[in-house]
Protein backbone atom coordinates (compact mmCIF):
# COMPACT_ATOMS: atom_id res chain seq x y z
CA UNK A 1 0.00 0.00 0.00
CA UNK A 2 3.04 3.05 1.04
CA UNK A 3 4.45 2.11 -2.09
CA UNK A 4 1.83 1.69 -4.39
CA UNK A 5 2.44 2.01 -7.52
CA UNK A 6 6.20 1.13 -7.96
CA UNK A 7 8.27 -1.69 -9.30
CA UNK A 8 10.38 -3.57 -6.88
CA UNK A 9 13.86 -5.45 -8.47
CA UNK A 10 16.48 -7.23 -6.63
CA UNK A 11 19.92 -6.25 -8.49
CA UNK A 12 23.19 -8.44 -8.11
CA UNK A 13 26.47 -6.45 -7.78
CA UNK A 14 29.93 -8.06 -7.42
CA UNK A 15 31.53 -7.13 -4.66
CA UNK A 16 34.63 -5.97 -5.73
CA UNK A 17 38.46 -8.05 -5.23
CA UNK A 18 37.88 -10.97 -3.00
CA UNK A 19 40.30 -13.20 -1.58
CA UNK A 20 39.80 -17.10 -1.19
CA UNK A 21 41.85 -19.07 1.18
CA UNK A 22 41.81 -22.14 0.03
CA UNK A 23 42.92 -25.74 1.92
CA UNK A 24 45.08 -29.34 0.75
CA UNK A 25 42.56 -31.64 0.75
CA UNK A 26 40.93 -30.93 -2.49
CA UNK A 27 43.36 -28.51 -3.41
CA UNK A 28 42.62 -28.25 -7.06
CA UNK A 29 38.90 -27.91 -8.67
CA UNK A 30 36.90 -28.47 -5.39
CA UNK A 31 38.07 -25.93 -2.70
CA UNK A 32 40.49 -23.53 -4.99
CA UNK A 33 38.79 -23.06 -8.38
CA UNK A 34 35.16 -23.79 -7.39
CA UNK A 35 34.76 -20.67 -5.48
CA UNK A 36 36.75 -18.66 -7.66
CA UNK A 37 34.15 -19.60 -10.48
CA UNK A 38 31.81 -18.36 -8.07
CA UNK A 39 33.66 -15.31 -7.25
CA UNK A 40 34.32 -14.55 -11.33
CA UNK A 41 30.45 -15.66 -12.12
CA UNK A 42 29.54 -12.94 -9.82
CA UNK A 43 31.92 -10.24 -11.09
CA UNK A 44 34.67 -9.93 -8.90
CA UNK A 45 38.58 -10.13 -9.17
CA UNK A 46 40.10 -12.68 -6.95
CA UNK A 47 43.15 -13.02 -5.37
CA UNK A 48 43.37 -17.20 -4.66
CA UNK A 49 45.69 -18.25 -1.65
CA UNK A 50 46.19 -22.24 -2.27
CA UNK A 51 47.89 -24.46 0.52
CA UNK A 52 51.23 -24.44 1.43
CA UNK A 53 50.37 -27.79 2.88
CA UNK A 54 49.80 -28.85 -0.82
CA UNK A 55 52.76 -27.17 -2.54
CA UNK A 56 53.10 -29.11 -5.66
CA UNK A 57 49.62 -28.17 -6.82
CA UNK A 58 49.45 -24.68 -5.26
CA UNK A 59 52.42 -23.85 -7.92
CA UNK A 60 50.54 -25.57 -10.77
CA UNK A 61 47.08 -23.66 -9.95
CA UNK A 62 49.84 -20.21 -9.99
CA UNK A 63 51.36 -21.88 -13.25
CA UNK A 64 48.14 -22.47 -14.73
CA UNK A 65 45.58 -19.45 -13.52
CA UNK A 66 48.97 -17.19 -14.60
CA UNK A 67 49.16 -18.50 -18.03
CA UNK A 68 44.82 -18.98 -18.87
CA UNK A 69 43.64 -16.57 -17.07
CA UNK A 70 43.49 -12.62 -17.26
CA UNK A 71 45.69 -11.68 -14.54
CA UNK A 72 44.21 -8.22 -13.87
CA UNK A 73 41.60 -10.02 -12.56
CA UNK A 74 43.11 -13.31 -11.21
CA UNK A 75 46.23 -13.59 -9.00
CA UNK A 76 47.48 -16.34 -7.04
CA UNK A 77 49.57 -15.75 -3.86
CA UNK A 78 51.64 -18.74 -2.84
CA UNK A 79 52.81 -18.77 0.52
CA UNK A 80 52.08 -19.91 4.23
CA UNK A 81 51.43 -17.54 7.67
CA UNK A 82 53.44 -14.87 6.79
CA UNK A 83 51.81 -14.28 3.93
CA UNK A 84 48.50 -14.86 4.43
CA UNK A 85 49.08 -12.41 7.38
CA UNK A 86 49.92 -9.79 4.92
CA UNK A 87 46.99 -10.41 3.01
CA UNK A 88 45.05 -10.68 5.51
CA UNK A 89 46.30 -6.71 6.66
CA UNK A 90 44.60 -5.85 3.21
CA UNK A 91 41.06 -4.41 2.16
CA UNK A 92 39.00 -6.91 0.78
CA UNK A 93 35.50 -6.70 -0.34
CA UNK A 94 34.85 -10.47 0.91
CA UNK A 95 37.12 -13.31 2.45
CA UNK A 96 36.29 -17.01 1.74
CA UNK A 97 37.73 -19.21 4.01
CA UNK A 98 38.20 -23.16 3.84
CA UNK A 99 39.53 -25.24 6.70
CA UNK A 100 39.54 -24.56 10.51
CA UNK A 101 37.66 -22.96 13.62
CA UNK A 102 41.42 -21.92 14.57
CA UNK A 103 42.22 -20.27 11.67
CA UNK A 104 38.91 -19.13 11.03
CA UNK A 105 39.14 -16.63 14.28
CA UNK A 106 42.18 -15.18 12.69
CA UNK A 107 40.26 -14.65 9.68
CA UNK A 108 37.30 -12.83 11.36
CA UNK A 109 39.26 -10.84 13.39
CA UNK A 110 41.14 -9.60 10.67
CA UNK A 111 38.24 -9.23 8.48
CA UNK A 112 36.49 -6.90 11.46
CA UNK A 113 39.45 -4.45 11.08
CA UNK A 114 37.62 -3.47 7.91
CA UNK A 115 34.05 -4.91 8.06
CA UNK A 116 34.76 -7.32 5.40
CA UNK A 117 32.40 -9.88 5.28
CA UNK A 118 33.24 -13.77 5.63
CA UNK A 119 32.40 -17.03 4.00
CA UNK A 120 33.56 -19.49 6.66
CA UNK A 121 34.09 -23.16 5.69
CA UNK A 122 34.58 -25.10 8.42
CA UNK A 123 34.84 -28.54 9.77
CA UNK A 124 33.69 -30.28 12.72
CA UNK A 125 32.58 -33.66 13.88
CA UNK A 126 29.98 -35.45 11.36
CA UNK A 127 28.32 -37.79 13.26
CA UNK A 128 26.35 -40.81 11.29
CA UNK A 129 23.63 -42.48 12.82
CA UNK A 130 22.83 -46.09 12.47
CA UNK A 131 19.40 -47.58 13.06
CA UNK A 132 18.64 -51.04 13.05
CA UNK A 133 16.22 -52.57 10.49
CA UNK A 134 18.49 -51.35 7.48
CA UNK A 135 19.93 -52.75 4.91
CA UNK A 136 23.21 -52.94 6.78
CA UNK A 137 25.49 -54.25 3.17
CA UNK A 138 24.84 -51.56 1.71
CA UNK A 139 24.83 -48.82 4.32
CA UNK A 140 28.22 -49.95 5.42
CA UNK A 141 29.63 -50.05 1.78
CA UNK A 142 28.15 -46.18 1.62
CA UNK A 143 30.10 -45.56 5.31
CA UNK A 144 33.24 -46.85 4.24
CA UNK A 145 33.39 -44.34 0.66
CA UNK A 146 32.58 -41.47 3.02
CA UNK A 147 35.12 -41.96 5.47
CA UNK A 148 37.91 -44.34 3.47
CA UNK A 149 37.07 -43.74 -0.38
CA UNK A 150 38.69 -40.36 -1.74
CA UNK A 151 40.51 -39.44 0.69
CA UNK A 152 41.17 -41.61 3.57
CA UNK A 153 38.46 -39.81 5.77
CA UNK A 154 40.45 -35.92 5.37
CA UNK A 155 37.55 -35.06 4.02
CA UNK A 156 35.53 -32.13 5.69
CA UNK A 157 31.84 -34.03 5.56
CA UNK A 158 33.85 -37.22 6.60
CA UNK A 159 31.68 -39.32 8.87
CA UNK A 160 33.88 -38.35 12.67
CA UNK A 161 32.01 -40.95 14.60
CA UNK A 162 29.00 -43.30 14.56
CA UNK A 163 26.33 -43.81 16.78
CA UNK A 164 24.04 -46.81 17.22
CA UNK A 165 22.87 -49.14 19.77
CA UNK A 166 24.49 -51.45 22.03
CA UNK A 167 22.71 -54.30 20.49
CA UNK A 168 23.34 -53.37 17.44
CA UNK A 169 26.71 -52.49 17.60
CA UNK A 170 28.90 -56.15 16.67
CA UNK A 171 26.67 -56.79 13.86
CA UNK A 172 27.74 -53.10 12.21
CA UNK A 173 31.21 -53.70 13.13
CA UNK A 174 31.11 -57.06 11.31
CA UNK A 175 29.74 -55.58 8.14
CA UNK A 176 32.50 -53.03 8.44
CA UNK A 177 34.99 -55.43 8.92
CA UNK A 178 33.80 -57.79 5.80
CA UNK A 179 33.12 -54.44 3.00
CA UNK A 180 36.36 -53.00 4.53
CA UNK A 181 38.19 -56.53 3.19
CA UNK A 182 36.67 -56.65 0.10
CA UNK A 183 37.55 -53.26 -1.08
CA UNK A 184 40.67 -53.01 0.69
CA UNK A 185 41.95 -56.46 0.75
CA UNK A 186 43.52 -58.28 4.22
CA UNK A 187 46.25 -55.61 4.39
CA UNK A 188 44.73 -52.19 3.60
CA UNK A 189 48.78 -50.80 4.32
CA UNK A 190 49.24 -52.27 0.59
CA UNK A 191 46.15 -51.53 -0.92
CA UNK A 192 46.61 -48.78 -3.80
CA UNK A 193 43.33 -47.92 -3.12
CA UNK A 194 43.84 -46.40 0.19
CA UNK A 195 44.68 -42.97 0.22
CA UNK A 196 47.81 -42.18 2.89
CA UNK A 197 47.81 -38.84 4.92
CA UNK A 198 49.11 -35.71 3.55
CA UNK A 199 52.21 -35.44 5.94
CA UNK A 200 54.18 -36.68 8.84
CA UNK A 201 52.22 -33.94 11.55
CA UNK A 202 49.16 -34.75 10.77
CA UNK A 203 50.34 -38.96 10.79
CA UNK A 204 51.52 -38.05 14.05
CA UNK A 205 48.32 -36.42 15.26
CA UNK A 206 46.38 -39.32 14.21
CA UNK A 207 48.72 -41.77 15.80
CA UNK A 208 48.36 -40.15 18.72
CA UNK A 209 44.66 -39.79 18.70
CA UNK A 210 44.66 -43.61 18.26
CA UNK A 211 47.67 -44.84 21.04
CA UNK A 212 45.82 -42.64 23.50
CA UNK A 213 45.81 -44.95 26.87
CA UNK A 214 41.72 -44.78 27.14
CA UNK A 215 41.46 -45.55 22.79
CA UNK A 216 44.25 -48.11 22.33
CA UNK A 217 42.69 -50.87 24.25
CA UNK A 218 39.11 -50.47 22.29
CA UNK A 219 40.13 -50.90 18.67
CA UNK A 220 38.14 -53.50 16.88
CA UNK A 221 39.32 -53.37 13.30
CA UNK A 222 42.09 -52.14 11.78
CA UNK A 223 45.01 -50.02 13.94
CA UNK A 224 48.36 -51.16 11.62
CA UNK A 225 49.79 -47.78 10.10
CA UNK A 226 52.99 -47.67 7.99
CA UNK A 227 54.99 -44.14 8.95
CA UNK A 228 57.17 -44.25 5.90
CA UNK A 229 54.12 -44.28 3.93
CA UNK A 230 52.04 -42.21 6.22
CA UNK A 231 49.11 -44.75 6.02
CA UNK A 232 46.78 -46.18 8.22
CA UNK A 233 44.93 -48.70 7.75
CA UNK A 234 40.64 -48.50 8.02
CA UNK A 235 40.41 -48.63 12.02
CA UNK A 236 37.11 -48.64 13.84
CA UNK A 237 37.29 -48.17 18.13
CA UNK A 238 33.86 -49.11 20.14
CA UNK A 239 33.12 -47.02 23.00
CA UNK A 240 36.02 -44.72 23.16
CA UNK A 241 35.39 -42.60 26.04
CA UNK A 242 33.21 -38.99 26.23
CA UNK A 243 36.09 -37.06 27.27
CA UNK A 244 39.22 -38.75 25.03
CA UNK A 245 40.86 -36.75 22.47
CA UNK A 246 39.39 -38.94 19.03
CA UNK A 247 35.89 -38.03 20.61
CA UNK A 248 36.96 -34.25 21.19
CA UNK A 249 38.38 -33.07 18.07
CA UNK A 250 37.66 -33.61 14.54
CA UNK A 251 39.71 -36.45 13.49
CA UNK A 252 40.04 -35.54 9.54
CA UNK A 253 41.80 -39.00 9.29
CA UNK A 254 40.71 -42.95 8.58
CA UNK A 255 39.74 -43.74 12.64
CA UNK A 256 36.20 -44.16 13.23
CA UNK A 257 34.67 -44.23 16.63
CA UNK A 258 30.95 -45.91 16.82
CA UNK A 259 29.63 -44.75 20.33
CA UNK A 260 26.43 -46.79 22.01
CA UNK A 261 23.34 -45.37 23.28
CA UNK A 262 20.64 -47.50 25.03
CA UNK A 263 18.06 -46.33 22.60
CA UNK A 264 18.59 -44.71 19.08
CA UNK A 265 16.81 -42.10 19.68
CA UNK A 266 18.80 -41.22 22.60
CA UNK A 267 21.42 -40.21 19.46
CA UNK A 268 19.37 -36.86 18.42
CA UNK A 269 19.85 -35.59 22.20
CA UNK A 270 24.03 -37.24 22.05
CA UNK A 271 24.36 -34.81 18.57
CA UNK A 272 22.75 -31.89 19.94
CA UNK A 273 24.84 -31.49 22.92
CA UNK A 274 28.01 -30.83 21.25
CA UNK A 275 29.12 -27.95 18.56
CA UNK A 276 26.70 -28.17 15.84
CA UNK A 277 28.47 -30.62 12.65
CA UNK A 278 29.11 -29.98 9.70
CA UNK A 279 27.25 -32.92 8.41
CA UNK A 280 25.43 -35.08 9.88
CA UNK A 281 24.29 -38.54 8.46
CA UNK A 282 21.36 -41.26 9.41
CA UNK A 283 20.60 -44.42 8.13
CA UNK A 284 17.23 -45.38 9.15
CA UNK A 285 13.63 -46.99 7.75
CA UNK A 286 12.05 -45.47 10.56
CA UNK A 287 9.94 -42.38 8.94
CA UNK A 288 9.16 -40.93 12.54
CA UNK A 289 13.31 -40.75 13.19
CA UNK A 290 13.89 -39.52 9.99
CA UNK A 291 11.40 -36.79 10.68
CA UNK A 292 12.99 -35.73 14.04
CA UNK A 293 16.51 -35.90 12.80
CA UNK A 294 16.04 -33.53 10.19
CA UNK A 295 14.12 -30.59 12.18
CA UNK A 296 16.05 -31.31 15.64
CA UNK A 297 19.50 -31.70 14.94
CA UNK A 298 20.96 -28.55 13.46
CA UNK A 299 24.03 -29.48 10.94
CA UNK A 300 25.53 -27.78 7.68
CA UNK A 301 23.79 -30.13 5.47
CA UNK A 302 22.56 -33.86 5.75
CA UNK A 303 21.87 -37.02 4.08
CA UNK A 304 19.27 -39.84 4.82
CA UNK A 305 20.78 -43.47 3.92
CA UNK A 306 23.95 -42.28 2.46
CA UNK A 307 27.25 -40.23 3.04
CA UNK A 308 28.79 -37.43 1.75
CA UNK A 309 26.61 -36.80 -1.74
CA UNK A 310 24.52 -34.21 -0.79
CA UNK A 311 27.82 -32.08 -1.43
CA UNK A 312 27.74 -33.25 -4.99
CA UNK A 313 23.81 -31.74 -5.51
CA UNK A 314 24.26 -28.37 -7.61
CA UNK A 315 20.90 -27.63 -6.25
CA UNK A 316 22.06 -27.62 -2.36
CA UNK A 317 23.71 -24.91 -0.97
CA UNK A 318 26.93 -26.11 0.84
CA UNK A 319 28.10 -24.78 4.21
CA UNK A 320 28.14 -24.90 7.64
CA UNK A 321 26.27 -23.74 10.53
CA UNK A 322 28.00 -22.52 14.11
CA UNK A 323 31.16 -23.66 14.87
CA UNK A 324 31.33 -25.41 11.70
CA UNK A 325 31.27 -22.48 9.44
CA UNK A 326 29.16 -19.63 8.05
CA UNK A 327 27.67 -18.80 4.47
CA UNK A 328 27.51 -21.05 1.78
CA UNK A 329 28.25 -21.81 -1.58
CA UNK A 330 27.99 -24.60 -4.85
CA UNK A 331 25.83 -23.72 -8.11
CA UNK A 332 23.78 -20.54 -7.93
CA UNK A 333 24.68 -20.27 -3.96
CA UNK A 334 28.60 -19.35 -5.38
CA UNK A 335 27.19 -16.50 -7.44
CA UNK A 336 25.09 -15.32 -4.36
CA UNK A 337 28.02 -15.50 -2.19
CA UNK A 338 30.10 -13.17 -4.11
CA UNK A 339 27.37 -10.44 -4.55
CA UNK A 340 25.52 -8.60 -2.74
CA UNK A 341 21.51 -7.89 -3.53
CA UNK A 342 20.90 -4.47 -4.54
CA UNK A 343 17.14 -3.65 -3.39
CA UNK A 344 16.09 -1.38 -6.28
CA UNK A 345 12.47 0.00 -6.03
CA UNK A 346 11.47 2.08 -9.07
CA UNK A 347 8.23 4.48 -9.18
CA UNK A 348 6.30 7.03 -11.34
CA UNK A 349 5.40 10.40 -10.17
CA UNK A 350 1.37 9.43 -10.57
CA UNK A 351 -0.34 8.38 -7.03
CA UNK A 352 1.58 10.88 -4.78
CA UNK A 353 -0.59 10.70 -1.52
CA UNK A 354 -1.27 14.35 0.45
CA UNK A 355 -1.60 12.15 3.58
CA UNK A 356 2.02 11.33 3.69
CA UNK A 357 3.32 14.43 4.45
CA UNK A 358 2.51 17.61 6.63
CA UNK A 359 0.90 19.16 8.07
CA UNK A 360 -0.66 16.30 10.02
CA UNK A 361 -4.07 16.99 9.71
CA UNK A 362 -6.73 14.90 11.52
CA UNK A 363 -8.50 13.46 8.33
CA UNK A 364 -5.08 12.16 7.35
CA UNK A 365 -4.65 10.37 10.51
CA UNK A 366 -8.66 8.79 10.15
CA UNK A 367 -7.46 7.95 5.75
CA UNK A 368 -4.21 6.28 7.15
CA UNK A 369 -5.66 4.30 9.92
CA UNK A 370 -8.75 3.01 7.38
CA UNK A 371 -5.58 2.03 4.96
CA UNK A 372 -3.64 0.09 6.71
CA UNK A 373 -7.10 -1.40 8.17
CA UNK A 374 -8.40 -1.88 4.72
CA UNK A 375 -11.47 0.10 5.50
CA UNK A 376 -12.18 1.18 2.37
CA UNK A 377 -15.55 2.93 3.36
CA UNK A 378 -13.13 4.71 5.97
CA UNK A 379 -10.67 5.91 3.27
CA UNK A 380 -13.36 7.09 1.11
CA UNK A 381 -14.68 9.23 4.34
CA UNK A 382 -11.35 10.63 5.31
CA UNK A 383 -10.47 11.64 1.97
CA UNK A 384 -13.97 13.03 0.70
CA UNK A 385 -14.81 14.64 4.15
CA UNK A 386 -18.34 11.98 4.73
C1 LIG B 1 16.23 -45.49 4.02
O1 LIG B 1 16.33 -46.88 3.79
C2 LIG B 1 15.31 -47.65 4.37
C3 LIG B 1 15.66 -49.10 4.18
O2 LIG B 1 15.82 -49.40 2.82
C4 LIG B 1 13.97 -47.28 3.77
O3 LIG B 1 12.93 -47.98 4.42
C5 LIG B 1 13.75 -45.79 3.95
O4 LIG B 1 12.55 -45.39 3.32
C6 LIG B 1 14.92 -45.02 3.38
N1 LIG B 1 14.74 -43.60 3.64
C7 LIG B 1 14.54 -42.73 2.65
C8 LIG B 1 14.44 -41.31 3.04
O5 LIG B 1 14.45 -43.07 1.48
Redo the contacts with the bound molecule.
Keep these: MVTYPSSAQIVSEPLGVVLVISTWNYPFSTLSLGPVIGAIAAGNAVVLKPSEVSPATSSLLSKLLGEYMDTSAVRVVEGSVLETTALLEQKWDKIFYTGNGKVGRVILAAAAKHLTPVVLELGGKSPVVVDSN??LKVAARRMISGKWGGNSGQTCVSPDYVITTKEYASKLVDALSCEIENFYGKDPLQSNDLSSIVNSRHFDRLINLLDDETVSGKIVLGGQRDKVKLKIAPTVVLDAPKDSPIMNEEIFGPLLPIITVNKIEDSIRLISSKEKPLAAYLF??DKKL?EEFITSVSAGGMV??DTNLHLVEPNLPFGGVGESGTGSYHGRFSFDAFSHKKAVLQRGFTGDIAARYPPYANWKIDFLKSLFSGNLIGVLRALFGW
Design positions: INSNKIN
